[in-house]
């Protein structure tokens, strides 16, 4: 549990976030391109590891049978697909939109958690899943890009009072769009929700 908590916190909570930065620069210069560059592929590189050593363990604990593994494979490829399109507005922003948000920051993180501890999945946790996905209806503050160009003007530059212009715009911004929750609290939350719903489930077994 710990290293699925870990994973999603590296890919969906950090990189994923300064994936996004590196494209719309919501925040000017206050971090240097190699500084996102790095935020964005170092966590990515450890959460993928560890999604990979998770792949060797039910490998191994399945006595060789390849569905649970690839299974696992399956969820990492669709959690980074959405990470790259979500975050870099791939194909006209078909994908950054509250669906696939509540589908990738929540209901995957849920639904992954659950598969690696349980190698199954029945109706109600699927429809826990879903309901975890309710959470997450707002889309994320850092996520969209709603630069104007009156915000990147103000970005090419470093002084202090420019910055903090920046920044008052940016937000309202955010606020004209409703844009009110940050997604960094989404897989996790979906996370503590798998954790509870397996409590319940095994004290009813």
Known sequence: MA???LAYFLGLGISAHALNELNARHWGTALSKT?????FLLPLAVGLSIGLYGVQVLYR??????????VLVLF??????????????????RFHNDVAFAFAWALLPFLTSYYVHSLAFTGGVVL?????????????I????VA????????????TSRMACLHA?????????????YSLGAPLKSLCIYCAFSCTEYHLT
């Open 3 to 5: 290293l699925t908590i």
């Open 35 to 39: 500084d996102l560059e790095i935020a």
């Open 169 to 181: 715009e940016s937000f309202r911004n955010v606020r004209r769009e409703s844009k009110v929750s």
């Open 61 to 70: 604990a399945s006595g060789g049978n390849f569905v649970p593994p690839s």
């Open 128 to 140: 826990t899943g879903l309901a975890s996905s309710l959470f997450t209806k707002s889309k994320a």
């Open 142 to 145: 850092s996520p969209v890009p």
């Open 76 to 93: 990492i490829v669709l959690e980074t697909f959405f990470l790259f399109a979500y975050n870099t507005n791939y194909a006209g922003e």
């Open 148 to 159: 104007t160009s009156s915000t990147r003007a103000l970005a090419s530059s470093s002084d």
